[in-house]
């Protein structure tokens, strides 16, 4: 069985997909707030180093994913597919760039795929990516 994916996504699958990402990573999110709280005898956390220490977890969420077959979880739950614009292996660099610009441009990235023939979001072209609907031939 050979998958089919030159379709690009929607923009309705993206974002169904990445709300459902959203979910996975809030619990994680909560994991490491139990142990930070627990760290911290259970006072509030007010340091500005946990809060920046949230990314770099949310990117590594991501990231493996996106590099381990291209699908984060809520990808495969909506049969889209991360791929390189010149089929090749998405690397480190590339999830950097990625996850960067989304956060960035968050909102208005996707918006720039609905005026784009191919449905490139900004993240897209930035990183050399694209996200495409995985059908089975």
Request: aromatic share 16%; hydrophobic share 50%.
């Amino acid at each position: 069985m050979q998958l089919n994916t030159s379709t690009p996504a929607s923009v309705f699958r993206r974002l169904a997909a990445f709300l459902y990402d959203c979910l996975l990573l809030i619990a994680i999110f909560f994991v490491f707030t139990a142990f930070a709280l627990y760290l911290n005898d259970g006072n509030a956390i007010e340091n500005i180093f946990y809060k920046l220490l949230l990314l770099p977890i949310a990117w590594s969420f991501f990231a493996w994913f996106w590099i381990n077959g291209g699908q984060t979880l809520g990808m495969r739950a909506w049969q889209i597919k991360l791929i390189d614009s010149k089929d090749r292996k998405i690397g480190i660099k590339t999830t950097m760039i990625r996850f960067s610009a989304g956060c960035l441009l968050f909102g208005f990235t996707l918006l720039a795929s609905y005026f784009n023939q191919q449905r490139l979001s900004l993240h897209d072209r930035i990183s050399g990516t694209r996200i495409t609907r995985i059908k089975k031939i």
